[in-house]
C-alpha cells in the first residue's frame, strides 16, 4: 500500500488525500510537525525528499514522488481528472503552475503565519504583501470562474483540486473570500463532488 | 505560426525558445519590457494572460498559453523531451515543480535584482535571503546530478531545459556556481545538445 508522508494543516498534502480519496486509491499516512523540522531530519533529507517538504508518496519498493501537483499528475493520468486532450491537459498545467508560483505562496504562507506561528511572530510584518500578492491570485480565480462551473474545460479536475486546497481556508489566512461570490459558488460546487473528503477530520472546527 | 509573447532576459521565456528550437518550431516572437509594465496593459491582461507575466504562446485562433512550464509541457508531449514512462513523467513533474516553487523565486528573483533594477534599488536587501534560498536549491540539483548525467531517468528532458534557464546564469544573480562541479558539468552538457540555443544573442555579452 501507497504511504502519503502528510500533514493535516498542509493543503499541499490535502491535495494528494482529495485526490486519492475521489480515486478510491487506500494509503497509508504519517503525519509530520513541519514546525518541529520533522521533515529535516537526515532520514526524510536522504530517502524521502531532499527539499525537506512534504506531502511525497512512497510506494511499496521505496520510490518516492514530491510536488503535491507532481503527485496528482501521476494520479490523475488516464482518469477523468486529467483528460486525454491536450489543450485541456496544457490548461490544467498553466493553472498547476499559477498556483504554485502565484497563487500558494502568498495564500498558503498567510494561513501557516496566522494559525502555525506564535500571535507575536515578526513574520505578522509580511502578511500586508501576502494580503496584496494573495489578493491578486484569488481575483484571477474569480474572473475565470464568473462563467464558468471549473477551471478548465467544465470538468471537474486536478485544476480544480491544486486551486481549492488553499483557496477553501483563505480565511484562515486573513482573506475575506466575501469579495468573490462565483470563488464561493465554485467551492460549494467542489465540496459536492462524489468522494469528496473534507480538509480537517473535524472540519469547521479549524477555519 | 505560433507567437512567442517574450522577454529576452527572462529565463522563463527562454525555456520556450530552447524548446521550441530543439523541436525545429518555427515561431515568431514579440517582445516586451516587464520594468515598463508592458505586461499590465489592458489588452495583454485581457487577451494574452490575465496574471501579467510572460512567457505566453499565442496559436493562430488566439487561444494563448501561458506559465513556461506548462508551455514545455505542451510542445514536449509525444517527444523525447517528456518520454512515454509514467514514473519518468511524474519525476519529470517534480522538478518541473522544484523549479517554480524552490528555485525560480531565488536564482530568478537574485538576477532580475541585480541587472535589471538600478544598483540603488532598496530591493538589494533581498539578496541575502534570496542567496540562502537559492544556494539550497543549487545544492539539490549539485547532489541530484553527481551521479547522472541528466536529472531523470538519464536522458535529456524539459525537467533539464526548465532547471538549466535560470541555473545557467546563475552568476548574474550573485551565486558562484564554482561550488558546484557537478552542476557545472551538466551545463556543459546541456549545452552541447542538439538544436542548443543560448539565452542572449551575443551570449557572454551579459553574464
Redesign the interface.
Known amino acids: 500500500m501507497i504511504t502519503l508522508h502528510d500533514n493535516v494543516d498542509s493543503g499541499n498534502a490535502y491535495k494528494a488525500r482529495l485526490l486519492l480519496g475521489q480515486l478510491g486509491l487506500p494509503f497509508r499516512t504519517i503525519a509530520y510537525d513541519v514546525t518541529r523540522g520533522e521533515t529535516r531530519t537526515e532520514d526524510f533529507l536522504g530517502r524521502i525528499n531532499?527539499?525537506g517538504r512534504i506531502p511525497v508518496i512512497e510506494f511499496d519498493d521505496g520510490?518516492c514522488?514530491?510536488?503535491?501537483?507532481?503527485?496528482l499528475?501521476?494520479f490523475a493520468?488516464g482518469t477523468n481528472f486529467f483528460p486525454d486532450d491536450?489543450?485541456r491537459?496544457?490548461?490544467i498545467?498553466?493553472w498547476?503552475?499559477?498556483e504554485?508560483?502565484?497563487h500558494?505562496?502568498f495564500v498558503a504562507v498567510a494561513k501557516f503565519i496566522l494559525t502555525m506561528l506564535p500571535p507575536d511572530t515578526p513574520r505578522r510584518a509580511e502578511i500586508p504583501l501576502l494580503h496584496e500578492k494573495g489578493y491578486a491570485a484569488l481575483q484571477?480565480l474569480e474572473?475565470?470562474l464568473k462563467n464558468r462551473d471549473f477551471l478548465v474545460g467544465g470538468e471537474y479536475s486536478i485544476a480544480d483540486i491544486a486551486l481549492f486546497a488553499y483557496t477553501h481556508k483563505a480565511e484562515m489566512g486573513g482573506f475575506d473570500l466575501g469579495r468573490f461570490p462565483a470563488l464561493q459558488r465554485w467551492i460549494g460546487r467542489v465540496e459536492k463532488m462524489p468522494g469528496f473528503v473534507a480538509m480537517y477530520p473535524k472540519d469547521g472546527s479549524r477555519s
Do not use: K, V
Request: hydrophobic content about 40%; aromatic content about 20%.
Open positions: 531532499a527539499n520510490r514522488l514530491a510536488e503535491s501537483n507532481a503527485i499528475y501521476y493520468l491536450r489543450w491537459q496544457a490548461e498545467m498553466q498547476l503552475f499559477f504554485q508560483y502565484s500558494e505562496p484571477i474572473d475565470r
